[in-house]
């Protein structure tokens, strides 16, 4: 810009308009989760029909995919040619997409498809959001603020997890193009807002692009999520797709070029993937830190739902087209958690460094999970709400102090990478974490789920070859059904109910038949995920310990533009030790 903000005014802009866009970004991750069966009613396609089932996958993973994938690249772009830049082409990306999204004019597999595709353009957006807003407030801060600075944006961007849950249930039935338009106006003013008032007060990095690690490590990624994602599925005669050669392929292929990019990046003289910064031990604890505590809370957020929706809720006399919006609703205390918790912590992490809170608020979530653990199926809600406010408010506690202690161990010229290293691993954990956590409710309920249900509908007078057939099919069909707010039991029987009595075929698919037939196959999967979860939890708080005392790597003061900094000729050499503050 051709005029400087002053410092004190400047970083409040920067604060605000980055949590805006890390917001609108978690928003549309999740917005589609509740209105998935009116974007699909929408469109014309049953998602249940097994053809169909990719498409459901890929609309639900597509975005956290591309994320995960290109969020360093975009970071390390960052440091070569400006942060803000980048920043702001991720705004008008995201915005471009979202239009491109709520005027699609096709039915069937072609707007499925092409809908995959554009929800892809949306991740892109969002991966440069993601990438460089946290380098972004970085400069614009003091070290002593950051703490705080980071904690609204990362609460920010949690929270916005489970708002777009209640968003998309609330705007989804009145016309599921709004899901998506709902974006526009504000990313429109988000763009315009960065463009004219965000200035590049980082240290440029300037140097080639890293094309075989960009290459090897997109390839490499894409291939370990694309088979984690299709281990979902049924294959042959079993109920999930790991013995399939494809996904065998997909994640070993995917395995062989991460170490391949790991072997460039030790090689090439300007390396996408900072290898080195490892060396730090406030960032290679902070990181282990952040994953492990992905994989805690990833996948756990799709089985409360499916809790919610398909046993809790019915048995609560909800009709199952309901459920979607009122499991939002019924999840705000996980929400309020991290609104509570996140800038608190971030603004006492800033006085007494990363570490207690970040550890401590490990501890309270493996609590949580692990009183999860002792509720019924059929639980009294009061006690799920206190249950889940808890783990939100540990994961509140933990997010802001731990991105605070990653990000002040950085030096200046290389915030913007470690920040994408960051969110990378992060994004890879969400996904890696729905693989782990779908997998241990499937093989709970594939052990008992087939012979309880058929022994129920032979009980209803079900034909036995109908319940036969029924009780056969895959169980992530009845998981899929009940996480898409339709009747798992009409998705099960079809046309069969048409040749039952009437009366029974009202009472096998009324509220209550399906939730009690699976409450109990449900409830042993239920307690691994819950144990798994509370496991991960414990494993990030002992890496959060190990990080060490309040260490702030020495700098330049912050606040100031970038002409005001070191020469160009300095940004590129090597940084200054960092120190450790503190204790």
Known sequence: ????????????????????????????????????????????????VPGNTSYLLWMLMGFMVVMAVLVVSLGRLGDMFGRVKMYNIGFAVFTLFSVMLSVSWMQGPHAALYMILMRVGQGLG????????????????????????????????????????????????????LVFLVS????????????????????????????????????????LLYGITYGLLPYGGHTMGWTNPDVLGAIGGGVVLLIAFCVIEM??????FRLPLFRIRAFSAGNAAA???????????????????????????????????????????????????????????????????????????????????ALPVDFTYVFFALLIFLVGLGMGVFAAPNQAGVMNSLPANQRGSGAGMLNTGQSTAMVLSIGVFFTLIIVGLSSSLPHALYQGLVAQQVPVATAQRASHLPAVGSLFAAFLGYNPMQSLLGHSLAHMPHARALYVTGRSFFPKLISGPFDSGLHETFDFAAGACLVAAAAS??????????????????????????AAQPARPAKAVGS
Request: glycine share 12%.
């Open 1 to 48: 810009m051709s005029k400087s903000t002053h410092p004190d005014r400047y970083k409040w802009v920067a604060l605000s308009n980055t949590t805006l866009g890390v917001l609108m970004a978690m928003i549309n991750q999740s917005i589609i989760l509740i209105a998935l069966p009116n974007i699909f009613r929408g469109i014309h396609l049953n998602p249940l």
């Open 126 to 177: 969002a991966a440069f959001l993601m990438a460089n807003s946290a380098a972004i407030l970085t400069d614009a801060f003091p070290t002593h603020q950051r703490g705080l600075a980071l904690g609204v944006n990362m609460v920010a961007g949690i929270s916005g997890s489970f708002i777009g849950l209640v968003l998309g249930g609330v705007l989804g039935p009145l016309d599921w193009r």
């Open 184 to 223: 526009v106006p504000i990313g429109l003013f988000g763009t315009i807002w960065a463009y004219l008032k965000l200035e590049e007060r980082g240290v440029r990095h300037p140097a080639k692009i890293d094309w075989w690690g960009n290459i090897t490590f997109a390839a490499g990624l894409v291939g």
């Open 267 to 272: 090689k090439v003289a300007n390396p996408m």
């Open 291 to 373: 994953f492990l505590s992905a994989i805690g809370r990833g996948g756990m957020m799709f089985i409360l739902i499916i809790w919610l929706q398909g046993i809790w809720l019915p048995l609560h006399g909800y009709a199952f087209s309901q459920t979607p919006l009122w499991a939002g609703i019924y999840m705000l205390p996980l929400t309020a958690g991290f609104l509570v918790a996140g800038p608190v912590s971030g603004y006492l992490s800033d006085h007494f460094g990363a570490r207690p809170f970040a550890t401590g608020g490990m501890l309270i979530a493996a609590a949580g999970f692990f009183l999860l653990d």
């Open 545 to 570: 310990w190990m990080r060490g005392g309040k260490y702030i790597h020495e700098e330049k003061p912050v606040g100031v533009p970038r002409e005001a900094q070191l020469p160009t000729g300095e």
